[in-house]
């Protein structure tokens, strides 16, 4: 697609959830990767200041970049509020980013469109439960985790009964919406896709780290020192996991880019444990990372979420 830097490009960020300090730093980054790439009007729009919806509104911007995480910015908000305004933008639509952020409906798709997935028991606040009934059904080790939250936010690793009503007392903090879900034990791996219709899956990597899981200490640390390229599993084992992720893809109805969280277990099956629709965009994170090891750097990278926004936006206007 010629002649795309001239499109001038909203960034956003920031707003209101968990995930703020993170959001700046993605939008920060992905900002400074246009401007390398070529984009002569890049402007970096914080969602939660008081000119925002003015400033977004009447600038004449052509593309929106979403650099958003949790709460109003991955969850299909934005994406609507944007929507009205007629400004194509990155990454996924609105159904499909509520589905996805919302961990208990993509289970169910996921398992619709034969997509393993961990067992789980979604509760809401003010539920009776049982441990001893919950223990049954999940069993042991599990994670208790709100369903709509990112970035590792109330979520805690339960190894022993007596641990589970504080780990679920902690999650509803977070959310009126909870899961206990099983926890498998095996080998973590994400594969970040590429594409709107037609699917790429970049480079799976292994994520390795000696907290109870990818938590945030990890997550935001020196990525060579937790992420392994290519996983250390049988080939076969990670082209279905490639498989699975663009399935995910598809199944949500993601546009633009995705990355999908699996476990493997001992006998190689991959279970996917989400599917975030707005990968996180700091030097450290995932997505940018397995797309350096094909060859496509950031600023690359960053250009061609634009392409593929505005590939989707001309479609959407044609119909």
Not at 90 to 114: F, N, P, Q, W
Not at 243 to 258: D, I, N, V, Y
Request: proline letters at 5%; glycine letters at 8%; charged letters at 25%.
């Amino acid at each position: 697609m010629e002649g795309i830097e001239s499109k001038k490009v909203a960034v956003l960020c920031g707003g209101w959830s968990d995930e703020r300090e993170v959001s700046i730093s993605s939008g920060t980054a992905s900002a400074q990767a246009l401007r390398e790439a070529g984009f002569a009007q890049v402007d970096l729009l914080d969602i939660a200041d008081k000119d925002f919806v003015h400033n977004i509104a009447d600038r004449g911007y052509d593309v929106a970049f979403v650099a958003l995480h949790g709460r109003y910015g991955e969850d299909g908000c934005v994406q609507g509020f944007l929507e009205l305004l007629g400004i194509p933008y990155t990454c996924s639509g609105v159904l499909a980013s509520a589905l996805a952020t919302d961990k208990a409906m993509a289970k169910d798709i996921y398992r619709e469109h034969g997509i393993p997935t961990p067992k789980e028991v979604c509760l809401l606040r003010g539920d009776e439960y049982d441990v001893v009934d919950l223990v049954g059904r999940v069993g042991l080790p599990c994670f208790v985790k709100p369903v709509s939250s990112g970035s590792s936010y109330g979520i805690t690793h339960v190894k022993e009964a007596s641990e589970l009503a504080d780990a679920i007392e902690e999650a509803f903090k977070f959310d009126t919406r909870i899961l206990v879900e099983a926890a498998v034990v095996g080998t973590e791996i994400t594969v970040p896709v590429l594409g709107n219709e037609r699917t790429q899956a970049l480079e799976a990597i292994e994520v390795r780290y000696e907290t109870e899981f990818y938590d945030l200490s990890v997550k935001y640390d020196d990525p060579s020192k937790h992420h392994v390229t290519p996983p250390e599993l049988p080939e076969d084992v990670v082209e279905r996991a490639k498989e699975l992720a663009c399935r995910a893809h598809q199944a949500l109805g993601c546009s633009g880019a995705s990355r999908s969280d699996f476990m493997v277990d001992a006998d190689g099956i991959p279970y996917i444990i989400e599917t975030n629709v707005i990968p996180g965009m700091t030097p450290q994170s995932l997505l940018p990372d397995a797309a350096r090891r094909m060859g496509l750097g950031f600023p690359e990278l960053c250009r061609k979420l634009i392409e593929l926004a505005l590939e989707r936006g001309a479609r959407t206007t044609q119909n």
